[in-house]
């Protein structure tokens, strides 16, 4: 089989989370382009998701878009059953919040660890029954180099991000004996909305951009990487953390 072949993604269905925007949508995409159905989950990006679809659709592949709170067991039951058999997961979704940790509520706390790293406990959850009787998946795991290195006034961020590793290498090793193979993409900065600085501080740029490269990444080198991950090429990789990151982690 040559690597053109192995990349392939044909006769999968693949569901991706936060995939109206950013990196979810670049993934969303190149896994279309790949040749898998592609599931777009948004949560109340109607308009957005949709155009993911429709320039899917128009490149002679097949989507639809699902709106559903993965950060909800309801929801993410609903979703799930939505979307038929799964052969492919991609727990994208995720928010940010740059605040000093003293002044980090509860409620700030409960938000960030729900949509960063409950939701991939829920889909993972929801998700693995079906890929256990088939006797074979993919989920790939978006963590970041925060959840490895840290970074003042985004403690709630860091640490669900180093929980989506550590729930990663947990579930490799329970489910590869099932045919599962789970692995999570720690990305460095990446140039998406989220990530802007109509959000963030002059001096989170700053941080940002002090890394090797001196530069922040398109959200299509992280899908690369994820297509990597969810093909035939990355057989042997088991709760595995790749870095896409300019150089910010160097382990």
Not at 65 to 92: M, T
Not at 121 to 141: D, E, K
Not at 206 to 224: F, G, M, S, Y
């Amino acid at each position: 089989m040559s690597q053109a072949q192995s990349l392939s993604l044909q006769g999968k269905t693949a569901l991706v989370t936060g995939a109206a925007t950013g990196i979810g949508r670049a993934i969303a995409i190149v896994f279309a382009q790949a040749g898998a159905r592609v599931v777009i989950n948004h949560l109340g990006q109607a308009e957005a998701a949709q155009a993911v679809v429709q320039a899917i659709q128009r490149d002679g592949g097949d989507a639809f878009a699902i709106d559903a709170d993965v950060s909800q067991a309801d929801a993410v039951q609903r979703l799930v059953a939505d979307a038929g058999a799964l052969h492919i997961l991609v727990n994208n979704a995720g928010i940010i919040q740059e605040k000093p940790f003293l002044d980090t509520t509860e409620a700030d706390w409960d938000r960030l660890l729900g949509v960063d790293l409950k939701s991939v406990f829920l889909t993972s959850r929801a998700v693995l029954p079906g890929m256990v009787a088939r006797g074979s998946g993919v989920i790939v795991n978006l963590a970041s180099d925060l959840g490895i290195l840290g970074r003042e006034l985004y403690a709630p961020y860091c640490a669900a991000k180093a929980g989506v590793i550590g729930l990663t290498r947990s579930l490799a090793r329970e489910f590869a004996p099932h045919g599962i193979r789970v692995n999570a993409i720690a990305p460095g900065p990446v140039n998406t909305a989220m990530v802007s600085l109509a959000h963030m501080s002059p001096q989170w740029l700053e941080k940002e951009l002090a890394i090797p490269q001196h530069r922040v990444a398109e959200p299509e080198e992280i899908a690369a990487t994820a297509l990597f991950l969810a093909s035939d090429l990355a057989r042997f990789y088991c709760g595995q953390v790749l870095g896409p990151n300019g150089g910010s982690v160097m382990p």
